[in-house]
């Protein structure tokens, strides 16, 4: 058997296998990933108890992978994705703020927590909401 042959009916066979079952989604690469930062700090501190965690999150990483319940993980993975989302954005905003802080200042809406920018240097202004129409005055 010739060499391509061989790798053409490998990989045949496991895409039979794989037929039905969830495979690698994000969800499932962020569980691998944390388990290696995870053995990674175990192996830095001397703190073998780690180690546990690392096989916990591969074996998890494993199960997600060949698991046929396709529903169940790919909710899982919408949950997921859903909070690596609100995480991104608040590191975005949080970065935007940084980014602007020598000429604007933010504040946030006292009545519905609507983020508000306002020019930095005019001393104490009075903000109306845009969102709610909320009047409160600020020093910017």
């Not at 001397?46 to 180690?51: C, D, G």
């Not at 609100?86 to 980014?99: C, D, H, T, Y």
């Not at 000429?103 to 519905?112: A, G, L, W």
Request: charged fraction near 30%.
């Amino acid at each position: 058997m010739k060499w391509q042959e061989f790798k053409t009916r490998l990989q045949m066979g496991l895409q039979r296998f794989m037929y039905g079952r969830n495979g690698v989604d994000q969800f499932t690469l962020f569980i691998l990933i944390a388990s290696v930062a995870v053995l990674f700090l175990a192996r830095i501190f001397r703190f073998p108890l780690l180690q546990l965690v690392y096989y916990a999150g591969v074996i998890w990483a494993l199960y997600r992978t060949f698991s046929r319940s396709l529903f169940r993980r790919r909710r899982e993975n919408q949950l997921f994705l859903e909070k690596k989302g609100a995480v991104e954005a608040w590191f975005r905003v949080q970065r935007r703020i940084f980014q602007e802080r020598d000429t604007h200042r933010h504040f946030k809406c006292p009545k519905c927590r609507q983020r508000l920018r306002v020019p930095k240097g005019r001393g104490k202004i009075t903000i109306t909401c845009a969102k709610c129409g909320e009047k409160f005055s600020r020093k910017s």
